[in-house]
C-alpha cells in the first residue's frame, strides 16, 4: 500500500475500523466524514474496502 506523510493522514487503523463500524450501525456517511474531518467519499471508499484495505486484511489474520 501507499505512504503517506504522518502529518497528512488523518485517520489511523482504529479510526476505521470505528468508521466501518459506525456505518454498519446506520451512521450516514456524510456524518463520519465531518465527525473524522474526511470526504463523504472517502468515507465510502474506506466502507466498500476500497481505501484502508490492509486494516480489513490484519482483522482476518488476527481472527486466523
Known amino acids: 500500500w501507499q505512504t503517506c506523510s504522518?502529518?497528512?493522514v488523518k485517520l489511523t487503523d482504529d479510526k476505521v475500523r470505528?468508521?466501518?463500524s459506525l456505518s454498519a450501525g446506520g451512521t450516514t456517511r456524510q456524518l463520519l466524514g465531518q465527525m473524522f474531518?474526511?470526504?463523504?467519499?472517502?468515507?465510502?471508499l474506506i466502507v466498500r474496502n476500497k481505501a484502508w484495505t490492509h486494516v480489513d486484511a490484519e482483522a482476518q489474520i488476527e481472527a486466523a
Open 6 to 8: 504522518t502529518q497528512s
Open 18 to 20: 470505528e468508521i466501518r
Open 37 to 44: 474531518g474526511v470526504s463523504d467519499s472517502m468515507v465510502g
